[in-house]
């Protein structure tokens, strides 16, 4: 048994993607001297210093590596067996969170923590990956048709409505539509995307044409969400309002033209044009000091590692691995488009973090929970059988 246990180990090592990690590492780098540089001032102390947010950056960072080592020593079996446990566990934090919560511009989804504040929802992607893989690899069950799919779907969304309507968080909430991708890999009808993205277009020319009276839309969003969707439509000019970050944005990328201005010359991001440009709208610290090449080279590297957790989803030997790496895969390309796509001017802004590049302790901790628990069932993969 003991040459057994040593044996596993070491093949989980072995078996350890390592392109994968390096790609985690290269954008988490990038990402953490782009918010220095974002936050730069020409008093700005140390990349290091804890007084500006890269120094604390870097403390998520290296705190996320310790708890990756730790989820690769974890046997897989426990995501598995634990995976309805770990999703109530959730859910119940979920509830309990406005109560503990303080009110951050309007969302109630913020745990403070002494000096470090936590935002569950972040986590809550995770468990509920795990959960849904678990119910999908289940012996015998197949999608034959939509009744097949109720449990998955109230899994997803029950965190999701929690989100979105207890504490007021929107951007978060629709993360959670990315498992809708997750069930066209398992077999869902091609026809409910369809209709989704056919129901959204309707949604917006419906918007765009101003059909829906205004009382049924203060009812369903809060002013703010309303004011971001009419300025990404072009039915309200609000450049010094609701449509102050993305415009500020948009020059700045602009302004970075085909190489950039350099390092820490951004002369947009020197004088604090665009709001919350460390977080959200980090992007757009890219296109002004690295140019189109640097967006080009941040994008090939999403690209990569999108590509590279499908690869890996390929190759398992189980339905739950597999599963669950569709997820992680489904949420990366999910969070990536709605960030970029924010930043651009080309969707509503709602608060969307870039993976591993936004600063925020949240949610690098919660990407980081996601893809080392793949490499946790990747690593162990070899010891399974077709």
């Not at 009808?189 to 101003?210: E, N, P, W």
């Not at 690098?364 to 893809?371: C, D, I, Q, R």
Request: glycine residues 8%; charged residues 10%; contains cysteine.
């Amino acid at each position: 048994m003991g040459t057994y246990s040593v044996n596993t180990r070491n093949s989980i090592w072995k078996g350890i993607d390592w392109w994968t990690i390096l790609l985690f590492l290269a954008i988490s780098l990038i990402g953490w001297v782009n918010i220095y540089g974002a936050c730069y001032t020409f008093e700005q102390t140390s990349i290091f210093s804890f007084s500006n947010p890269a120094g604390k950056q870097f403390v998520w960072i290296m705190t996320a590596l310790v708890l990756g080592f730790v989820l690769l020593l974890v046997d897989e079996k426990v995501y598995e067996v634990f995976g309805y446990w770990l999703y109530g566990i959730i859910i119940v934090v979920l509830l309990a969170t406005p109560f503990l919560a303080h009110d951050v511009k309007g969302s109630l989804s913020w745990i403070s923590l002494g000096p470090v504040s936590l935002q569950p929802a972040e986590f809550a992607k995770c468990f509920t990956a795990i959960a849904i893989a678990k119910y999908m690899s289940r012996y015998g069950y197949q999608v034959r048709s939509w009744r097949d799919l109720i449990v998955p779907f109230t899994l997803m969304a029950l965190p999701m409505l929690i989100v979105m309507i207890w504490q007021r968080e929107t951007g978060s909430a629709l993360v959670f539509a990315a498992f809708l991708l997750v069930f066209y890999t398992q077999g869902m009808s091609g026809k409910v995307l369809r209709y989704g993205v056919i129901a959204v277009a309707v949604v917006v020319l419906t918007l765009k044409l101003q059909l829906i009276p205004d009382q049924w839309m203060d009812k369903v969003l809060m002013p703010h969400q309303r004011a971001r969707i009419e300025v990404v439509l072009g039915i309200r000019e609000d450049p010094m309002g609701y449509g102050y970050n993305v415009a500020q944005s948009l020059i700045a990328i602009g302004s970075g033209r085909f190489a950039g201005k350099g390092y820490l010359q951004g002369t947009q991001t020197k004088l604090s044009f665009v709001p919350e440009q460390h977080t959200d709208f980090i992007f757009c610290t890219v296109g002004e000091e690295w140019g189109f090449l640097g967006c080009l080279i941040v994008i090939a590297l999403y690209v990569a590692l999108i590509l590279r957790i499908i690869v890996l989803a390929q190759r398992q030997r189980d339905s739950f691995s597999q599963i669950y790496a569709y997820s992680v895969a489904c949420i990366l390309l999910v969070h990536f488009t709605i960030n970029i796509g924010m930043v651009l001017g080309l969707l509503p802004v709602i608060g969307i973090p870039l993976p591993f590049f936004s600063y925020g302790g949240s949610s690098f901790w919660g990407f980081t929970l996601l893809l080392f628990i793949l490499l946790r069932l990747d690593g162990s993969r070899i010891n399974k059988l077709y």
